[in-house]
């Protein structure tokens, strides 16, 4: 396990690092190499599932999402909530009764039932989703530009008053140029996600290693 969080953490750090020099072919070439001698994208996603496993987002969400009304008994006769998990790396979601699960991630390690396809290459949903989730996959965006279109699609994805449960390692808005907590909640705010108050609960929240959010969908924020 503390081998999976040294992967896990290099990664992060590493892929920061490259986002802030992307400009500098050379220092952003030194950079990629040191990714792929930490393993790449299979080594970070095998690490990631076992950490997970100590320490599960899915849990996290599940018990939200009780807590706020979302899931019901299993007698009830209550329609699910739709999910979609994008950046998935494990079943724990899908494998729950309580909620109607579709899993993606670009890179499937599980191709059976997690779906291999990029969140952004999605066509708009009919019926939006009640509930999406998002852990560790904004940072993997390599420039501005398109994390801020990850952010508007998200909130086009969801229906209003919907959740997103978003997750981000704490090092990116600790050791950024750019974005801190403040400024991360209103870019969200300004595509239309508020974090929710939640009773008796910090939100978002930290823990040593990460970022916790939850937020609803509303109208976009004008003055954001």
């Given at each position: 396990l503390k081998h999976a969080r040294r992967v896990v953490?290099?990664?992060?750090?590493?892929?920061?690092?490259?986002?802030?020099?992307?400009?500098?072919?050379?220092v952003a070439e030194e950079l990629r190499k040191q990714?792929?001698?930490?393993?790449?994208?299979?080594?970070?996603q095998e690490a990631s599932a076992l950490s997970t496993n100590a320490h599960?987002?899915?849990?996290?969400?599940?018990?939200?999402?009780?807590?706020?009304?979302?899931?019901h008994p299993p007698n009830a006769k209550e329609p699910l909530p739709r999910v979609l998990?994008?950046?998935?790396?494990?079943?724990q979601l899908l494998d729950s009764k309580s909620?109607?699960?579709?899993?993606?991630?670009?890179?499937?390690?599980?191709?059976?039932?997690?779906?291999?396809?990029?969140?952004?290459?999605?066509e708009q949903p009919k019926v939006p989703y009640d509930v999406l989730v998002l852990s560790m996959v904004l940072n993997c965006v390599p420039d501005a530009s398109g994390r801020g279109a990850m952010l508007r699609k998200l909130r086009q994805t969801m229906r209003p008053?919907?959740?997103?449960?978003f997750v981000l390692p704490l090092t990116c808005l600790q050791h950024?140029?750019?974005?801190?907590?403040?400024?991360?909640?209103?870019?969200?705010?300004?595509?239309?996600?508020?974090?929710?108050?939640?009773?008796?609960?910090?939100?978002?929240?930290?823990?040593?290693?990460?970022w916790f959010a939850v937020l609803e969908a509303v109208d976009p924020d004008q003055d954001a």
């Open positions: 953490s290099n990664h992060h750090k590493l892929t920061a690092k490259l986002h802030a020099q992307k400009d500098k072919e050379g990714l792929e001698e930490n393993g790449g994208i299979v080594a970070y599960s987002t899915s849990k996290w969400v599940l018990k939200k999402l009780r807590t706020l009304g979302f899931t998990e994008i950046g998935a790396i494990n079943t909620v109607d699960v579709r899993a993606i991630d670009i890179h499937s390690i599980h191709p059976g039932r997690i779906e291999e396809i990029d969140f952004m290459d999605l008053g919907g959740l997103l449960f950024s140029h750019t974005v801190d907590e403040t400024t991360m909640l209103e870019a969200l705010a300004a595509v239309g996600l508020r974090a929710v108050e939640l009773e008796g609960d910090e939100n978002p929240r930290k823990s040593p290693k990460l």
